[in-house]
């Protein structure tokens, strides 16, 4: 941009004050020219609780896509807790401290998080939920939850290994990372579906914290204590059940036939599984939050009320769907 328009300095001026008329010309070029910088961008704040598995890594490519969408306007900042609550606590100092405009949050665990979320909410920056709930009041320690119902996946799959078994099932469950809301909602959701079914019973619970190859050491363990026992396996998502499988059939048994399993995500190597007969149901849960989150956001920056919780239709994969939507899977 060009300089201000200025009267002509007159000649009977003293020297002091032609060399402060240029003193003020220069200084306004230097602000005209950019060389004192203004912000001129949001910063966006993305805390990522682990960075691990196809599932989170989907997830993270989506909120990273869009940020790339729409880098005239935003700079887009993300940290990864490397799956530890107290790292995630650190990172979201430190956004704070790098004067985001807006926090997206990915919470590891549901409590832990609350002196961070009061810190965002005393620098007044808002935070937005996502795939995960965390403790506070939202309008007020965060403005919004984004995610699947997760009482409800659990509620689906019970709901299928209940007809898919008649209603008589031994069941192994392998939750998720302890501590974690949607590791609690989808047990409970699960046990709110079989409940009404004497015949099913949940036979050995332990966590697995949503690692594919933690779940086949875990398996493992189980089988060896529960043998023939079981006749179903509850993961509370794909990688579990994978690696549940895997154990499995490394055990002599027969995935899909003397053993049913259930999980939730839809991931495509779950879709595989099913089409090959070793998984009976993956319900959804979309890990493609980045368009959702900054539209979002956008509203909130214009005045728009925001939902306390904004839920994701999640559908229902088995055989009779699975190849249909094989190849738009992650």
């Known amino acids: 941009m060009g300089l201000w328009k200025m009267k002509p300095v007159r000649v009977y001026m003293s020297k002091f004050l032609v060399f402060s008329a240029y003193a003020v010309i220069i200084v306004a070029a230097f602000s005209q020219s950019g060389c004192v910088r203004e912000k001129t961008k949001k910063i966006v704040g993305f805390s990522q609780t682990e960075n691990i598995g196809p599932w989170r890594i989907a997830e993270t ?3 990273k896509e869009e940020a790339a969408k729409r880098k005239k306007t935003y700079d887009f900042l993300m940290t990864d807790a490397q799956g530890q609550t107290s790292k995630q606590f650190s990172d979201i100092e430190d956004l ?27 620098a007044k920056i808002p935070v937005f939920l996502i795939d995960r709930e965390a403790a506070g009041r939202p309008g007020e320690h965060f403005v919004s939850f984004l995610g699947s119902d997760f009482i409800v996946q659990g509620r689906r799959v019970g709901k299928w290994l209940a007809q898919a078994t008649n209603g008589k099932a031994s069941i192994v469950e392998l939750t998720g990372t302890a501590g974690s809301s949607v590791a609690i909602d989808r047990a409970k959701g699960f046990r709110d579906a079989i409940a009404s079914y004497p015949n099913m019973k949940i036979i050995a619970t332990q966590t697995a914290d949503f690692s594919r190859a933690a779940a086949v050491r875990v ?26 499988i895997q154990a499995l059939k490394s055990a002599g048994m027969k ?11 839809g991931q495509k190597a779950a879709l595989e599984a099913i089409i090959r007969g070793e998984l009976g149901v993956s319900v959804e849960s979309n ?10 956001m956008e509203k909130y920056f214009v005045g728009t009320k925001i939902p306390p919780r904004i839920i994701l239709e999640d559908r229902l994969f088995d055989v009779t769907n699975a190849k249909d939507f094989v190849d738009e899977a992650y």
Do not use: C, W
Not at 98 to 118: M, N, S
Not at 287 to 296: D, E
């Open 96 to 122: 704070i401290a790098r004067q985001v405009d807006a926090i997206f949050l990915a919470p590891r665990e549901y409590e832990g998080l609350t002196p961070a979320l009061e810190a965002a909410r005393a």
């Open 61 to 63: 490519n989506s909120i």
């Open 219 to 244: 398996m493992e363990n189980i089988i060896q204590a529960k043998g023939s026992d079981i006749t179903a396996v509850y993961a509370h998502n794909d990688e579990m059940a994978l690696g549940a």
């Open 255 to 265: 995935p899909g036939k003397n053993v049913i399993v259930g999980s939730i995500d």
């Open 287 to 296: 890990p493609r939050f980045g368009p959702l989150v900054f539209a979002t």
